[in-house]
T-cell receptor, first 113, second 113 residues
Framework: AQSVTQLDSQVPVFEEAPVELRCNYS??????LFWYVQYPNQGLQLLLK??????LVESINGFEAEFNKSQTSFHLRKPSVHISDTAEYFC???????????FGKGTKLSVIP | NAGVMQNPRHLVRRRGQEARLRCSPM?????VYWYRQLPEEGLKFMVY????????ESGMPKERFSAEFPKEGPSILRIQQVVRGDSAAYFC???????????FGPGTRLTVT
């Protein structure tokens, strides 16, 4: 079984400042890792994923996350946030080859003008 | 290519009534997953279905909840005799195979009064 911990429930940050959203997981097997974003009253959109290979993965809108196996972490970062990044971000894990996603409780990112 | 569709988007039921939530997967996807999101919580896996088969219902409450994915038509999540604790957002996801990336719908927000 897997579990995901997102320590920060809310993160306020000023526009154009950097941000890091933390995600730690526990698992007894190899994992796939995901970040999803949820805008108000919308469904979840996949932001980026780690399946294998390079431990640093990037999204098309400037976010990146690094898989750190020794620290069991998959933190999400962006060097300069925009107002439009205001949303809730969910970290998720599945056992490699499994279909069942386990989600963290989410982090609400608020970008302040 | 239309995404995952869910309807209704909002559903209000009185205690004791039945709720039916529908999910149409993306074109070409034959695997459907249902997740529930309680307030201030992450998404929790409920059930995984393929056409005409329930593959894994380990996350489904033992009573009042059922799911189906018929040969023709959308997947249905059915909640009988709803109670206030069933109030949540219910998300459907689909994938082309059982170990592929899951695409989420916009969700159905169920309110039980």
């Amino acid at each position: 079984a897997q579990s995901v911990t997102q320590l920060d429930s809310q993160v306020p940050v000023f526009e154009e400042a950097p941000v890091e959203l933390r995600c730690n997981y526990s698992s007894s097997v190899s994992v796939y890792l995901f970040w999803y974003v949820q805008y108000p009253n919308q469904g979840l959109q996949l932001l980026l994923k780690y399946l294998s290979g390079s431990t640093l993965v990037e999204s098309i809108n400037g976010f990146e996350a690094e898989f750190n196996k020794s620290q069991t972490s998959f933190h999400l970062r962006k060097p300069s946030v925009h107002i439009s990044d205001t949303a809730e971000y969910f970290c998720a894990v599945s056992g490699a080859g499994s279909y069942q996603l386990t989600f963290g409780k989410g982090t609400k990112l608020s970008v302040i003008p | 290519n239309a995404g995952v569709m869910q309807n209704p988007r909002h559903l209000v039921r009185r205690r004791g009534q039945e709720a039916r939530l529908r999910c149409s997967p993306m074109k070409g996807h034959s695997h459907v997953y249902w997740y529930r999101q309680l307030p201030e919580e992450g998404l929790k896996f409920m059930v995984y279905l393929q056409k005409e088969n329930i593959i894994d219902e380990s996350g489904m409450p033992k009573e009042r909840f059922s799911a189906e994915f018929p040969k023709e038509g959308p997947s249905i999540l059915r909640i009988q005799q709803v109670v206030r604790g069933d109030s949540a957002a219910y998300f459907c996801a689909s994938s082309p195979g059982g170990h592929n990336e899951q695409y989420f719908g916009p969700g159905t927000r169920l309110t039980v009064t």
